[in-house]
Structure formats: structure tokens, C-alpha cells
């Protein structure tokens, strides 16, 4: 993050529109947005707020409405202090409310003796929610606010509690996607990608199009499939990244994309969620090439090979070992 930078989001909604205006607030809520005036919310300027703000944006454009996102300066030290003191304000009340539930969830189990099967799934769903909450605010303490290490140890306990090795099952969606139908078609995303697009780029090539052919645009065509962008199907979708968007889609149940999208959601969700060993492995790496190559064509395509590469790993992890042939014993000659 550059010091002393902010992004600003500057918008108008139509005012006959109140339900508009509830869901754009809540967006702004999520991604952890400060409001400095009327209609107009700050956060750090970081890859990670621009693409959230500009998320936001096209949204608050497809509801009739306007808005523009910019960058600006604190006026003073003062104001830059202020600035930082509003967003850890805010995250440490997340923080205060996410312990003060967690103690009131851990005492009314301790307050008694034997736990039924109704009272042990109402824990362990208390449980995920509060971690959901938790890594929710964790994601957006730009400025380490006080109150984390205190909400972490109460929730740590309380998961032992529950013991919440479950994950959720996944809901009946539409019918699956065939790839024919998206062959011999250029699929776009946004410049320089990040892990999200590298491995959705990937599963495309691998599962859906071995043709496939890319670019890094600003705005597709009509004839372009977008993915991860501000438009079209192939993007974020509630708490799924671009990368399971895809593999729900095409209903891709492959062992290596399984895998590969608990790393992905991990990385681009900012969440632990699965907390796979590996996913700290492939964030470096994907750091490293979009400081290697300038080229984004190239970026895209060196990401691919990277998520090829990690698919065959796993693939052979999930094979047995070939079983080395026993070298024979030779009989000494005799003299």
C-alpha cells in the first residue's frame, strides 16, 4: 500500500430506489469502506480496493445510478491519522461484537452438562458463522485495529468446542455448461492478472477449451466470453471466486480442481477457509511472475503453465507408486 494514498468512490442513486441504496450500503460495509462525506467512501489504495470499488461500481451504474472512482491525497499528517483512526475504530467494534457472541455461545455450553445431537449442530453452526464473521473483518483490517488476538482466542475455543471439522454442502444449481459450446470463442479478463484469472485461465484451457486463446482488455466485445470481470457470468458470485464460479458451471469434479480451487478461494478471498498447505507456496509465485513479466500476455500465459504444472503434482499424488523392480541378487563367483 502506498502511504498516504486513498481511493474514493463517489456515487448517486436514484432516490425513488431504497432497496438500491440498502444493497450498495451493504457492499460498501463488506469491503470494509469508510464513509468521509455524504455518498462518498474511502478506502486504501491497494489492488484489492480498486477491483472491490470498481465491483461496486458497476454495480451502482446497473442500478440506474452513478458513480466514479479516484484517487487523493491527505491534506496533512493530521488528516492521515484520522483517516487510519475511522477504519480501526470501525474494525475493532467488529471485533468486540464477534468475541462478546463468541463468550455468550462458549458459557451457555459450559452452563451444561451434556450436549444432545440438536444442541451439538446448533454449536457447530454458531462456530462456522462466527469464524465466517471473524475472517469477514479480518479481511478488511487495513490497520491492524485492537481486538483481533482477544476475538481469535475466543473463537480458537470455541471451535474446539464444536469440534467443526464439517464443511458445507453444496447447494442443486443449473444445469451444467457443455463445453462445445464455448469452443473456438476468445475468452477475456482484466489486465494484469492475479491468481484468480491465471487458474480460471487454466481451467478453461484444461476443461473447456484446449484452443482457448486470451487477452487482457478493458471492456470485451460482444463476441468475447468475459471471465472475472465486472460483466458477464464467469465471475465472483456470492462467496465463490471466479475460478469455482467456473468449475460449478461445467460441473468439473476432478480431483486436481478441487484442489487447485480451495488454493485459489483462499488467495483471492483473503479467507482460510480451507487453508491449504500450499496456497502460501502458489501466492508467492503468482507475486513473483506479475513482477516478472510486464507483458500481460505473457503473465496470463506463464500463470497457466505455473496451475499445469500444480494439476499434474497433484495428479500424480493421487496415483499409486509404481512399484520398482527388485534388482537380483548376484552370486558371488567363486575363484
Not at 77 to 105: D, L, N, P, S
Not at 222 to 239: E, I, K, L, N
Not at 321 to 326: C, D, E, G, M, Q
Amino acid at each position: 500500500m502506498t502511504p498516504g494514498r486513498w481511493l474514493l468512490l463517489a456515487h448517486q442513486l436514484p432516490t425513488r430506489s431504497s432497496n438500491a441504496r440498502v444493497k450498495i450500503w451493504r457492499r460498501l460495509q463488506d469491503v470494509g469502506a469508510v464513509v468521509a462525506r455524504n455518498s462518498v467512501y474511502v478506502l486504501p489504495r491497494t489492488d484489492q480496493c480498486r477491483e472491490d470499488f470498481e465491483w461496486i461500481r458497476s454495480e451502482i451504474v446497473a442500478l440506474g445510478g452513478q458513480a466514479t472512482v479516484f484517487a487523493a491525497d491527505a491534506l496533512d499528517r493530521g488528516a492521515e491519522e484520522e483517516m487510519v483512526a475511522m477504519f480501526q475504530k470501525g474494525r475493532e467494534a467488529a471485533y468486540g461484537a464477534t468475541r462478546r457472541q463468541a463468550e455468550r455461545v462458549a458459557a451457555s455450553v459450559a452452563r451444561k452438562r451434556r450436549l444432545s445431537p440438536t444442541d451439538r449442530a446448533a454449536l457447530r453452526r454458531a462456530a462456522r458463522s462466527l469464524r465466517q464473521r471473524f475472517d469477514s473483518i479480518n479481511r478488511i483490517d487495513f490497520f491492524q485495529a485492537a481486538g483481533r488476538p482477544q476475538a481469535a482466542t475466543v473463537l480458537d475455543t470455541l471451535d474446539r468446542l464444536a469440534d467443526d471439522r464439517e464443511r458445507a454442502k453444496p447447494r442443486p444449481s443449473a444445469a451444467p455448461l457443455a463445453p462445445a459450446s464455448f469452443r473456438a470463442r476468445r475468452w477475456v479478463t482484466r489486465p494484469r492478472p492475479g491468481v484468480d484469472r491465471m487458474a480460471s485461465a487454466w481451467l478453461i484451457r484444461r476443461h473447456i477449451d484446449p484452443k482457448a486463446t486470451f487477452a487482457c482488455v478493458d471492456r470485451p466485445s460482444a463476441s468475447d466470453v468475459p471471465f472475472d470481470m465486472y460483466v458477464g457470468d464467469f465471475s465472483h458470485h456470492g462467496s465463490r471466486c471466479t475460478f469455482e464460479t467456473l468449475a460449478l458451471r461445467f460441473k468439473l469434479t476432478d480431483p486436481a480442481v478441487t484442489r487447485i480451487g480451495q488454493i485459489v478461494h483462499d488467495l483471492d478471498m483473503k479467507e482460510t477457509r480451507y487453508a491449504p498447505p500450499d496456497a502460501p507456496a502458489v501466492g508467492r509465485l503468482v507475486e513473483g511472475l506479475r513482477r516478472v513479466h510486464a507483458d500481460d500476455a505473457v503473465l496470463l500465459e506463464r500463470g497457466v503453465e505455473m496451475f499445469e504444472a500444480l494439476a499434474r503434482a497433484f495428479e500424480a499424488d493421487s496415483q499409486p507408486a509404481t512399484a520398482r523392480p527388485r534388482r537380483r541378487r548376484e552370486t558371488p563367483k567363486k575363484l
